[in-house]
Each structure stands twice: as structure tokens, then as C-alpha cells.
């Protein structure tokens, strides 16, 4: 796939959904031609810190994958010209070789620990992994109820939809942006957006990077874009793209909010408080143009309790995601005391030669 920019773009490929963690590693073992390399380790052992330096010795485009839990720590890089990844395959994200060696690479970093060092806080390590484990349960509780009401809100838009003018309009808009190529049609899964523990991040500096047209929909509740979304991803295949389909963080099954064509340079992203949009020459397109607004005016009232409970949870969300990250940071503490990092070093100089990375690349 073509890229815009060379330089490092930033994705997730899992977030905390109301449906439980939703990822999309799996997702990414199955595109054509790929090499996966799987770390396992307990925390604290350096995988981040592994990736990171790959990711810098990294001579073409490469996308990091960040961690939802931690958007500070990766969870794998994608080496684009390379058609290589490595990712963190510990859970929640557990991803285990169908043919090891022969297909995926396990790059195991259990022999970098002291057991006899961590065993000597067998307790306190168990009672912390339980703790971040209640944690994070609690947090995605939170999570659900705001996603149930942030549907409500989109089936309630929906009602209100002109859904044949959302289609005449996609046709036109793809007759007059994506001519066909006779090409053949690739589709990568990541997610621009996720709930963490800073808050909700979007990478809209990642769009920037892929594309330098930008078409935004401007859709509040959600309704129109799911569909405008649907139908343009389905053109663009049809029309032989290769294509970065990014799902809704919240219910990631069920709605698209952004399509990336590098080879286009184009985007389309999806505008709403949750990831606002502000790039250089962006054409926004306003949603409610294909709504009907006195039928939807007679559900304003419940619109608006919908989006300030769903943001009051989503907050208190954020909150007992902070303590889960928090609570992780001590249980690292333990394993950083009992890892010789020196053989971590070891492990990264491996993987940069299997990777065939120059050592002396600047980032």
C-alpha cells in the first residue's frame, strides 16, 4: 500500500468496547503476505520498550500500534514495506502460532525473568493482577452503559434519516472521487480513536500524514455516518482500493467512523465530540442535511440527556482506567526488579536482524 508520509503514523488495534475487549490483531495475521512476529512476557519485561526501538531502526513507513490501556506503551509496529509485524500477543490480545516457525515467529521473553526474584512477591504480584483485573472490569461497566445510550441516540437519528439521499449522495461522491482502477482490493483494520486513561485519543494527526484531502462528516449522533461509511467503504473495494477501514471505538462491530485511501491521498473521517476534526483544507459535510428535523426535534430533549450521561460515564470510565494503569505501573515494578534487561537488549538486536533493520537509522 502506498503512504503519503514515510514517517511513523499512530493506530489501536483494541480498545474496551461494551461488548468486552475488541481487537483486531487476529485481523491483522490474516492480511495476504503478512510475517508476524508474537512476543510473549509478563509486563515490565521491555516489549514496548523492544518495539520502540525497532520501530525507530525502521528505514521505511511503519505503524505503531499503541496501547488503549497505556497510549504511551505500543502494542506492535507494521513495517509496510516489509509486509512484517510484531506485536504484544499476551492478553487481553493473546495470539497464539498456528504453524510456529514455519508461519508466525514467537519471540519469547520469559528467560529475561528471575522467577526466584519474583517469586519472593508471589502475593503481592497475584493481589495486583486481581486488583487491575477488577479494575478494568468496573471501567468497561461503565463503558457498556454509555454505549447503550450513545445507540439509543443513533437508532433515534435513524428514525429521522432520509436513508435514499444518504445513498444518491454517496453515489455521485464516489462517481466523482473514486474512479475505478481494475485493481485488486485490500482492507486493513485499525482503530484512529479509543477510551484510555488520558481520556479519549484520536489520532487525527495520522489522517494528516496518509492523506491531504479530507472529506468530514459532521454527525453528532451517528446515524447518517455509520451508513455514509458503510456505502463508501463498500465502493471503494468495489473500485479496487486498498483501504484503512477504522471502526467506531465504541461499538467497533456495528459502526465505521473513518476510511483512510493513502493511494489517494483522501480520507474520510467522521466529526463528533469524541474526535472532533480540524485539519488544513477539510470539506465538512453536515449531517443534518439528511435528516428530518421536525420529526428528530421531538426527541431533543432525550438527545441531550443521552450525550451528557454517556460523557459523565465515559469520564468515570477514564477514571478507574487511570487507577487500572496505575495499579499495572506498581505490578511492573516487580518484574522490571526481576528482568536482566541486558538479555531484552539481546532479544531486540535479534529481531532487528530478522527484520533485516539498520541499527544506525535515524527515526
Not at 467506531?248 to 489517494?264: G, M, N, R, V
Not at 454517556?310 to 495499579?327: R, S
Not at 538479555?343 to 533485516?356: I, N, P, Y
Amino acid at each position: 500500500m502506498d503512504h503519503v508520509s514515510s514517517k511513523p503514523v499512530d493506530f489501536f488495534l483494541g480498545t474496551t468496547t461494551p461488548s468486552g475487549f475488541r481487537g483486531y490483531f487476529e485481523e491483522l495475521t490474516a492480511e495476504p503476505g503478512i510475517q508476524m512476529y508474537l512476543i510473549k512476557s509478563g509486563p515490565g519485561c521491555g516489549k514496548s520498550t523492544l518495539m520502540k526501538t525497532l520501530a525507530k531502526q525502521a528505514a521505511g513507513p511503519v505503524q505503531r500500534i499503541h496501547c488503549s490501556s497505556d497510549p504511551d506503551s505500543l502494542d506492535g509496529v507494521v513495517f509496510c514495506g516489509k509486509k512484517a509485524a510484531i506485536v504484544d500477543a499476551t492478553a487481553p490480545h493473546t495470539l497464539e502460532p498456528a504453524a510456529p516457525g514455519a508461519d508466525e515467529i514467537v519471540v519469547s521473553l520469559y528467560h529475561t525473568i528471575d522467577s526466584a526474584a519474583l517469586h519472593a512477591h508471589r502475593e503481592e504480584v497475584k493481589a495486583l493482577f486481581a486488583q487491575n483485573s477488577l479494575l478494568r472490569g468496573r471501567a468497561a461497566r461503565y463503558i457498556t452503559s454509555a454505549g447503550s445510550l450513545l445507540l439509543d441516540s443513533r437508532r433515534t437519528a435513524g428514525c429521522s434519516t432520509n436513508f435514499e439521499k444518504v445513498r444518491r449522495y454517496v453515489k455521485r461522491l464516489c462517481a466523482r472521487l473514486l474512479p475505478r482502477t481494475g485493481g485488486r482490493p485490500a482492507e486493513q483494520m485499525r482503530l484512529l480513536s479509543a477510551i484510555t486513561p488520558k481520556g479519549p485519543v484520536f489520532y487525527s494527526a495520522t489522517a494528516a500524514a496518509l492523506a491531504d484531502r479530507f472529506i468530514v462528516f459532521r454527525d453528532e449522533y451517528g446515524a447518517v455516518s455509520r451508513l455514509l461509511l458503510e456505502l463508501i467503504r463498500a465502493e471503494a473495494l468495489a473500485r479496487g482500493y486498498e483501504i484503512i477501514t477504522c471502526p467506531c471505538a465504541i461499538h467497533p462491530d456495528e459502526k465505521i467512523d473513518h476510511i483512510l485511501i493513502p493511494s489517494l491521498g483522501l480520507a474520510f473521517l467522521t466529526d463528533n465530540s469524541w474526535h472532533p476534526v480540524a485539519l488544513p483544507g477539510q470539506q465538512t459535510v453536515r449531517c443534518a442535511r439528511f435528516l428530518d428535523k421536525e420529526n428528530l426535534a421531538a426527541y431533543r430533549a432525550r438527545l441531550r440527556f443521552n450525550t451528557r450521561a454517556a460523557q459523565e460515564l465515559i469520564q468515570q470510565a477514564v477514571a478507574l482506567m487511570a487507577q487500572a494503569k496505575a495499579c499495572h505501573d506498581e505490578l511492573e515494578s516487580y518484574y522490571r526488579a526481576a528482568v536482566d534487561f541486558s538479555k531484552v537488549e539481546q532479544v531486540t538486536r535479534q529481531c532487528a536482524g530478522l527484520l533485516e533493520l539498520d541499527p544506525a537509522t535515524p527515526s
